[in-house]
């Protein structure tokens, strides 16, 4: 029921379908972290560092800084996320998603070149050739498109 009032309070401030739908992904996928209390956490970071070592090839020392930056990306988008449900106030989902978009940003710098190129081209593949792969991903990451269209659309510099 909070799912669908949150929706109801979101769907005002949106008009592209592709961000309609990939906000309705990204906040499932929170919704499901969340529901699983404290594990919820390690799942998150797990999920996403799975994905994204396949992908990338993180080193042996990114993988520490991949998982404390997973860690602590969940704990800030959790907080946000829990304020923004019993509020479904307009500024906390502006705040919730412009999160998101910043976190991409965060993890994108952290990959070196060759990883980024590897990260971007995946994800643009998926977009382009496999609609389910990329919903999956969408879920959890921006595509270069679709991080572009969000930034353009909650002007986000």
Do not use: C, H
């Not at 090839?57 to 829990?82: P, V």
């Not at 502006?94 to 998101?100: A, P």
């Not at 910043?102 to 710098?109: F, G, L, M, S, T």
């Not at 999956?136 to 270069?144: A, G, I, K, M, R």
């Amino acid at each position: 029921m909070k799912k669908l009032l949150l929706l109801f309070v979101l769907l005002p401030m949106l008009s592209s379908a592709q961000i309609e739908k990939t906000i309705k992904l990204k906040l499932a996928v929170m919704q499901n972290f969340v529901s699983k209390g404290e594990e919820g956490q390690t799942m998150f970071w797990q999920t996403k560092g799975k994905i994204t070592f396949g992908i990338v090839n993180y080193t042996e020392a990114q993988n520490y800084q991949f998982k404390e930056l997973f860690i602590n990306q969940y704990k800030e988008l959790e907080t946000i996320y829990n304020k923004m449900i019993v509020s479904q106030d307009e500024r906390d989902t502006d705040l919730y998603i412009r999160t998101l978009i910043r976190q991409e940003d965060d993890y994108r710098k952290l990959l070196t070149a060759e990883q980024l190129a590897k990260y971007t081209k995946q994800l643009a593949d998926f977009e382009k050739n496999n609609p389910q792969a990329n919903d999956s991903y969408s879920s959890l990451f921006f595509s270069d498109n679709l991080l572009k269209e969000f930034k353009t659309k909650f002007q986000y510099k």
